[in-house]
């Protein structure tokens, strides 16, 4: 029988898989909701996430364990912190998107699981083992075989601000570790960060909106739900299990993302991208064998 951190570590992984192919659908809606100003983008982001954490609290407000937002004292610099940087982390990434090559967005934005682990072993004291370590670098390189980022041609500027956003979302993740720890439940989570996110960039949506057609509007629509999915899924791995055992699959996004591409607009991998696939999957498996051995009662 599977002890109770192993089933926490097998939820954890299923979160996190699921996470990322939310994402990856995500992506795919911001691609196809053609040339709307990044901030635009963010908002219906955000929104629908705010709006489904709102109708599960609405829901649970009655019963006998309900969904409370009151946040303890403890906890709320942590809140703030996931609130914070992970605004400016999507806010990061939307400007990479827009002023570098997409593969190199790209590559600037997996490093978030990579700074998670870092941050957690820095903020939360969880210490980080070398086979660990090895299959997080294994699963890096692949990512670079993938995304194949040509820095020469990429701007100073909007390339720096692109590592911001993956900096900016492993220390996001890494608090909302810390805020598992504490017993604060997902949709609280997802619901202040989300309201943030939307009360801080709406000032700035309304200087510069662009009116959408209809099929624009019903995209980042699903542009959202997918977010949300992917917001609830990533909160519940990261309250499940630390980010040095789950992390690493985050990366399953970029192969989600590339049978997407190939389903959607005939994009076709070339060799190197598969040698990445092998290097992903090969480090994922490594870490999940390693992590099913070590935890076995």
Same mark, same amino acid.
């Given at each position: 029988?599977?002890?109770?951190?192993?089933?926490?570590? &097998?939820?954890?992984?299923?979160?996190?898989?699921?996470?990322?192919?939310?994402?990856?659908?995500?992506?795919?809606?911001?691609?196809?909701?053609? %040339?709307?100003?990044?901030?635009?983008?963010?908002?219906?982001?955000?929104?629908?996430?705010?709006?489904?954490?709102?109708?599960?609290?609405?829901?649970?407000?009655?019963?006998? =364990?309900?969904?409370? &937002?009151?946040?303890?004292?403890?906890?709320?610099? $942590?809140?703030?912190?996931?609130?914070? @940087?992970?605004?400016?982390?999507?806010?990061?990434?939307?400007?990479?998107?827009?002023?570098?090559?997409?593969?190199?967005?790209?590559?600037? %934005?997996?490093?978030?699981?990579?700074?998670?682990?870092?941050?957690?072993?820095?903020?939360?004291?969880?210490?980080?083992?070398?086979?660990?370590?090895?299959?997080?670098?294994?699963?890096?390189?692949?990512?670079?075989?993938?995304?194949?980022?040509?820095?020469?041609?990429?701007?100073?500027?909007? $390339?720096?601000?692109?590592?911001?956003?993956?900096?900016?979302?492993?220390?996001?993740?890494?608090?909302?570790?810390?805020?598992?720890?504490?017993?604060?439940?997902?949709?609280?989570?997802?619901?202040?960060?989300?309201?943030?996110?939307?009360?801080?960039?709406?000032?700035?949506?309304?200087?510069?909106?662009?009116?959408?057609?209809?099929?624009?509007? &019903?995209?980042?629509?699903?542009?959202?739900?997918?977010?949300?999915?992917? =917001?609830?899924?990533?909160?519940?791995?990261?309250?499940? $299990?630390?980010?040095?055992?789950?992390?690493?699959?985050?990366?399953?996004?970029?192969?989600?993302?590339?049978?997407?591409?190939?389903?959607?607009?005939?994009?076709?991998?070339?060799?190197?991208? @598969?040698?990445?696939?092998?290097?992903?999957?090969?480090?994922?498996?490594?870490?999940?064998?390693? %992590?099913?051995?070590?935890?076995?009662?």
């Amino acid at each position: 029988m599977h002890s109770q951190p192993q089933n926490n570590y &097998l939820r954890g992984v299923s979160m996190i898989l699921m996470s990322a192919f939310c994402f990856a659908c995500m992506n795919i809606c911001i691609r196809l909701s053609g %040339n709307l100003p990044s901030i635009q983008k963010s908002f219906f982001r955000n929104l629908v996430a705010a709006l489904f954490a709102g109708i599960i609290i609405l829901k649970n407000y009655g019963r006998p =364990q309900p969904v409370s &937002l009151y946040i303890p004292k403890e906890a709320r610099t $942590a809140l703030i912190l996931r609130c914070v @940087f992970g605004t400016a982390g999507i806010l990061c990434n939307f400007y990479a998107v827009d002023h570098l090559l997409v593969a190199d967005a790209s590559i600037l %934005n997996k490093l978030s699981p990579f700074f998670a682990v870092i941050f957690s072993y820095f903020l939360l004291k969880e210490k980080i083992r070398p086979i660990q370590a090895a299959c997080i670098f294994s699963a890096f390189c692949g990512c670079l075989f993938i995304v194949k980022p040509g820095f020469h041609n990429a701007a100073l500027l909007p $390339a720096l601000i692109g590592v911001c956003g993956g900096l900016g979302a492993g220390i996001a993740y890494t608090m909302v570790r810390k805020l598992g720890t504490m017993k604060i439940q997902g949709p609280v989570i997802v619901f202040y960060f989300s309201l943030f996110s939307c009360l801080f960039v709406t000032p700035w949506m309304i200087l510069d909106f662009a009116p959408m057609t209809p099929g624009q509007t &019903l995209t980042l629509l699903l542009t959202g739900l997918f977010a949300a999915g992917g =917001q609830f899924a990533i909160t519940a791995a990261y309250t499940c $299990a630390p980010a040095k055992k789950i992390s690493i699959f985050d990366y399953s996004q970029i192969i989600f993302a590339a049978i997407l591409g190939f389903a959607l607009f005939g994009e076709l991998p070339d060799k190197y991208s @598969f040698i990445g696939y092998a290097l992903v999957i090969t480090a994922s498996l490594m870490m999940f064998l390693y %992590n099913c051995r070590k935890e076995e009662p």
